[in-house]
């Protein structure tokens, strides 16, 4: 089986160490939760894996592609979307979708098809016609969501992408990730709502000092943690507290 996502011996430093040596794995149709304090390295690690950052040394591989050899197969295959969204004001949700479909190179018949399914599915559908310069930050998030979507990633990776979004929102997000996982899709997230993870989340993975201290299902991080029947809130504060006392 070739696996979503192999990082090995990832690190980079800006004027300290951000990523130290990491090592992680995602497989293919699953849902993995990237957990840490702030300043962990989670957003620097997504942003390698994106071909954002360049690292110092390691490698990564997405869907068997050396994303540091051909960056552009890499990145033809995943989306990217950060916790602050950053699309075009003066277009409106359509033509910003259809705008980035024609960076993929995707027929404008069937890029309009998906931007109008994006939209109905994530609530925006009343105003796809509509400036974005006026939209909420939440409503941004969703059109940034959905121009991650527009192109059928294999993988998808997202950094904090309930930020800003009142419940209802929350809610249609998070059962569309679901189902994009249900269908195959593999989704890698970073959140700071551990409830979140611990109900969603196939695989955890946890990080401080930039390094990976744990991962595994929440079963499998309990019994690292020693907390049988815990939380998620209560295994993270104990692998956090070992990982910093190491």
């Known amino acids: 089986m070739t696996e979503a996502l192999i990082v090995r011996g990832l690190d980079k430093t800006f004027s300290k160490p951000a990523v130290r040596d990491l090592d992680l794995t995602v497989h293919p149709g699953e849902l993995y939760a990237l957990l840490g304090p702030n300043g962990a390295g989670k957003t620097t690690t997504l942003r390698m894996v994106a071909g954002l950052t360049k690292p110092d040394k390691g490698a990564i591989s997405i869907f068997g592609i050396d994303a540091l050899a051909d960056p552009a197969a890499a990145k033809a295959i995943t989306a990217w979307a950060p916790d602050e969204a950053m699309i075009y004001d003066r277009l409106t949700p359509?033509?910003?979708?259809?705008?980035?479909?024609?960076?993929?190179?995707?027929?404008?018949?069937?890029?309009?098809?998906?931007?109008v399914e994006l939209l109905d599915t994530l609530g925006l559908a009343g105003e796809a016609r509509r400036r974005c310069e006026g939209f909420s930050r939440g409503m941004k998030q969703k059109v940034a969501l959905a121009g991650a979507l527009i192109h059928d990633p294999k993988l998808l990776i997202l950094d904090e992408p309930l930020t800003g979004l009142d419940?209802?929102?929350?809610?249609?997000?998070?059962?569309?990730?679901?189902?994009?996982?249900?269908?195959?899709?593999?989704?890698?997230?970073?959140?700071?709502?551990?409830?979140?993870?611990?109900?969603?989340?196939?695989?955890?993975?946890?990080?401080?000092?930039?390094?990976?201290?744990?991962?595994?299902?929440?079963?499998?991080?309990?019994?690292?943690?020693?907390?049988?029947?815990?939380?998620?809130?209560?295994?993270?504060?104990?692998?956090?507290?070992?990982?910093?006392?190491?």
Not at 96 to 115: C, D, H, M, N
Not at 221 to 238: I, M, N, S, W, Y
């Open 167 to 246: 419940a209802a929102a929350a809610r249609l997000v998070k059962d569309m990730l679901q189902a994009r996982v249900d269908a195959g899709g593999t989704v890698i997230l970073t959140t700071h709502i551990l409830e979140v993870a611990e109900r969603m989340a196939d695989r955890i993975g946890i990080i401080a000092g930039g390094r990976l201290l744990a991962e595994g299902s929440l079963d499998v991080l309990r019994g690292q943690a020693g907390k049988d029947g815990g939380t998620l809130e209560d295994v993270f504060l104990q692998l956090t507290a070992d990982g910093a006392a190491a």
């Open 94 to 115: 359509l033509e910003y979708l259809e705008f980035v479909a024609g960076l993929w190179s995707i027929e404008p018949k069937l890029a309009k098809a998906r931007a």
